[in-house]
């Protein structure tokens, strides 16, 4: 895997934009700098997911139940490839969305990947979006899930090895707060962090990371379109400033997981989740970072099915066989 002090090259060293990515964003309507129509989004999303037996790849258990949690009942959906194994580790998923759209179903070939790639039980939270839920009901959500993971082990089968949280994009965000949320509660049981194209730092001034600038746009996601996006979770409680909103901004990241970044080269993001890895290795925390060159932000959901980039599965397989 690239050494996290990697030099990001050059514009002109840059391997190019994929090909199939290219096509695709060449057919994609141009980005806007105003809050998107929430209802008209999530349906998009929604029409794009397959009928139930066109979803792959097939697994052995796919369940959808029920977390009864401190914080109330919480959706998720448990993913096994092998339905009769003993015990299991577990990976509690987060999809992103910008935290307004997104599901279970929009991001179900996801978690479906890394329970194939991983062999290990995959638990995707359905937790509540913006604006209809406020700041931090999601972050509590997700911290009171993994919460009764802990308490119904035997029935859900958890080894007790393996307790790892990922998640992309806005989901990757509400990986890292609960992380926070976990160690300061003084919750020990998470081994490992998962953070595909991080959004840490939800003060999108240009002048802050050169990709915001270089990517601005042209490949997919828009650096103009990032607070109008984003303006449902920060408009409901979600204060920029706040290290659980962006936890780039956390000072003190000693005593987090294992952390595994994955930043791609055409996302407007991208020098964020470097930085927030960075800062991750100098607290003493073992990170490994991996850039896909010539992707961009959302390839983990969008373009997994070329090979090159479902290999982000295999990776983060291989990143779970180490010790915690």
């Given amino acids: 895997m690239p050494d996290l002090k990697e030099i990001s090259p050059t514009m002109a060293d840059k391997e190019p934009l994929h090909p199939q990515i290219a096509d695709a964003v060449q057919q994609t309507p141009a980005a806007g700098d105003t809050p998107p129509e929430v209802d008209a989004a999530r349906a998009a999303g929604q029409e794009r997911v397959p009928d139930v037996d066109k ?21 998720v959906r448990i993913y096994a490839d092998d ?20 599901s279970v179903d929009t991001h179900d070939h996801v978690a479906r990947a890394l329970a194939k790639e991983t062999g290990k039980k995959v638990i995707s939270v359905d937790y509540s979006l913006a604006p209809e839920a406020r700041f931090p009901t999601a972050i509590e959500q997700i911290f009171g899930v993994l919460k ?27 990986v890292a707060a609960v992380t926070f949320v976990a160690k300061d509660s003084h919750f020990r049981r998470i081994t490992h962090q998962i953070l595909y194209y ?5 003060d999108f001034d240009e002048e802050r990371y050169d990709s915001l600038k270089e990517n601005a746009e042209g490949y997919g996601l828009e650096t103009k379109e990032l607070a109008a996006a984003t303006s449902f979770y920060v408009k409901n409680g979600a204060d920029p400033a706040d290290p659980l909103v962006s936890p780039i901004k956390r000072k003190d990241l000693r005593g987090l997981p294992t952390a595994l970044v994955i930043t791609a080269g055409y996302d407007p993001l991208r020098d964020e989740g470097i930085a927030y890895a960075q800062r991750l290795s100098e607290a003493g925390v073992d990170v490994t970072h991996v850039r896909f060159e010539s992707a961009n932000h959302g390839f983990v959901a969008q373009f997994s099915w070329i090979d090159e980039f479902y290999d982000v599965f295999r990776t983060t397989a291989k990143f779970l066989r180490r010790k915690a």
């Fill in 198 to 202: 991080p959004a840490v730092d939800l």
């Fill in 55 to 75: 979803r792959e790849p097939q697994l052995g258990l796919v369940q959808d139940v029920t977390a009864v949690t401190d914080v109330g009942e919480v959706p």
């Fill in 83 to 102: 339905a009769t194994a003993g015990r299991y580790g577990v990976i509690v998923y987060v999809h992103g969305g910008a935290f307004f759209s997104g």
């Fill in 148 to 174: 009764w993971i802990v308490q119904h082990d035997v029935e859900l089968k958890w080894d007790e090895e393996v307790l790892a949280l990922a998640g992309d994009a806005a989901g990757a965000n509400l």
